[in-house]
């Protein structure tokens, strides 16, 4: 399996209808057919100090494997999501987890 994790931290400036905005092209881009599970969300209101709360929204996507991550990558709905959303975000940090087999 493969996690591919992505936060986004959004422009300043965006009202509540482009927030809205964003998200449905999140939950177009997640519905995306190499995805395995897909969960979109923002922070969580936890009182912790090591939680970075800072981002706007993030997405978590589970993969059979890379080959199929490296599908949607290239895929018509990323590709879609860049052209009508990427002028909202600020910043995008991604990390993509090797998901280890512990059955044994």
Known sequence: MHTHIVFF???????E???ER???GLDLLTR??????????KP????RDVVDFSY??????RFDDLDARNAYQVSDEHQTFLDTRFDMIDRVQVYDVAEADTRT
Do not use: P
Not at 9 to 15: F, Q
Not at 33 to 40: G, L, M, S, Y
Not at 56 to 61: D, K
């Open 56 to 61: 706007a929204y993030s997405i978590v996507l």
């Open 22 to 24: 964003f998200f449905e």
């Open 32 to 41: 995306q057919q190499h995805v395995r599970d897909r969960r979109i969300g």
């Open 9 to 15: 931290w959004l422009k300043e400036g965006l009202d």
């Open 44 to 47: 969580a209101a936890t009182d």
């Open 17 to 19: 209808g482009d927030h």
